[in-house]
Nanobody, 115 residues
Framework: QVQLVESGGGLVQPGGSLRLSCVVSGSIFSINPMGWYRQAPGKQRELVAAIISGGSTNYADSVKGRFTISKDNAKNTVYLQMNSLKPEDTAVYYC?????????WGRGTQVTVSS
């Protein structure tokens, strides 16, 4: 089993920044990739950013140049640095990892961008 715990969400003004963290615990051997998804009210869950074991990253077009995904293997933690936040970034953000053919999800953390 794999457990994921997200933190770092909150309320921020447009143009502001937040950093999300996701601590991964349990059977973490062979976890790949790791990523962040988000789901806004009335919309489908969408991929925001992902990072694979070699360090390559992938971003949704809507966040390229503003968001950065990274990981600290020693701390079993994946981060999402979010800059220049926009109201349309408002959503619940979920950490995701894949182990074999199974996906694991955190409970999510709310990010609200509003003045």
């Amino acid at each position: 089993q794999v457990q994921l715990v997200e933190s770092g969400g909150g309320l921020v003004q447009p143009g502001g920044s937040l950093r999300l963290s996701c601590v991964v615990s349990g059977s973490i051997f062979s976890i790949n990739p790791m990523g962040w998804y988000r789901q806004a009210p009335g919309k489908q869950r969408e991929l925001v950013a992902a990072i694979i074991s070699g360090g390559s990253t992938n971003y949704a077009d809507s966040v390229k140049g503003r968001f950065t995904i990274s990981k600290d293997n020693a701390k079993n933690t994946v981060y999402l640095q979010m800059n220049s936040l926009k109201p349309e970034d408002t959503a619940v953000y979920y950490c995701n990892v894949r182990k074999g053919i199974r996906d694991y999800w955190g409970r999510g953390t709310q990010v609200t961008v509003s003045s």
